[in-house]
């Protein structure tokens, strides 16, 4: 049974940054595409940031130039580095595949960024 567990989430004013990680298995992370995804209040659950097997990265446009997916094969681990935090960017923040697996789905890590 995969599991994945995100971390790296907290309390950040406008402007700053977190680094998010999410914890797999190395097959999942070699063999398939991973993506980021939010949920904020009242709003449906989105995909924002997507990697490749092969490491090559993709972005929504709301997150484009702020925020970098990345990934280690080895350490079975997914990064998403989000600087230049805005307000809107509050959410519980979750991995998964790309597309989604809805069988997948851990508990996510909350981001709150205040004024």
């Known amino acids: 049974q995969v599991q994945l567990v995100e971390s790296g989430g907290g309390l950040v004013q406008v402007g700053g940054s977190l680094r998010l990680s999410c914890v797999g298995s190395?097959?999942?992370?070699?063999?398939?595409?991973m993506g980021w995804y939010r949920q904020g209040l009242g709003n449906k659950r989105e995909m924002i940031a997507g990697?490749?097997?092969?490491?090559?990265?993709n972005y929504h446009d709301s997150v484009k130039g702020r925020f970098t997916i990345t990934k280690d094969d080895a350490e079975s681990t997914l990064y998403l580095q989000m600087d230049t935090l805005k307000l809107e960017d509050s959410a519980v923040y979750f991995c998964?595949?790309?597309?989604?697996?809805?069988?997948?789905w851990g508990r996510g890590t909350q981001v709150t960024v205040s004024s």
């Open positions: 190395e097959t999942i992370f070699r063999n398939h595409a």
């Open positions: 998964n595949r790309a597309p989604r697996n809805n069988s997948l």
């Open positions: 990697i490749t097997p092969r490491g090559t990265p």
